[in-house]
Nanobody
Framework: VQLQASGGGLVQAGGSLRLSCVAS????????MGWYRQAPGKQRELVAS?????VSTYADSVKGRFTVSRDNPTVDLHMNNLKPEDTAVYYC???????????????WGQGTQVTVSS
């Protein structure tokens, strides 16, 4: 199983970006999918996640500005009203069962840079 992320880039404060991530390979089921970010010198943090029942969770810092959506095997992150503090490397994540009797495994995309200029 592989996760391939796309999107990101450089945008001015107040602008918008969309990140997209697609899972490929042999999979029995996908549980939650989501996005994390890591800024220089900081720990990786959850930005948003969405369950297989479409229940979404957001970090307080992005509520009302970011929207996570999924259409298996893809998860998107729509980012509006971006702020300089949103600058980070963004990683997609998926919890996947490759076979019916497996436990869930964490899979990560390669990371994509988002830079917001003031």
């Amino acid at each position: 199983v592989q996760l391939q992320a796309s999107g990101g880039g450089l945008v001015q404060a107040g602008g918008s970006l969309r990140l997209s991530c697609v899972a490929s390979g042999s999979m029995f089921s996908i549980n939650s999918m989501g996005w994390y970010r890591q800024a220089p010198g900081k720990q990786r943090e959850l930005v948003a996640s969405i369950t297989s029942d479409s229940v979404s969770t957001y970090a307080d810092s992005v509520k009302g500005r970011f929207t996570v959506s999924r259409d298996n095997p893809t998860v998107d992150l729509h980012m509006n009203n971006l702020k300089p503090e949103d600058t980070a490397v963004y990683y997609c994540n998926a919890k996947i069962k490759e076979r019916q009797w497996d436990r869930l495994y964490d899979y990560w995309g390669q990371g994509t840079q988002v830079t917001v200029s003031s």
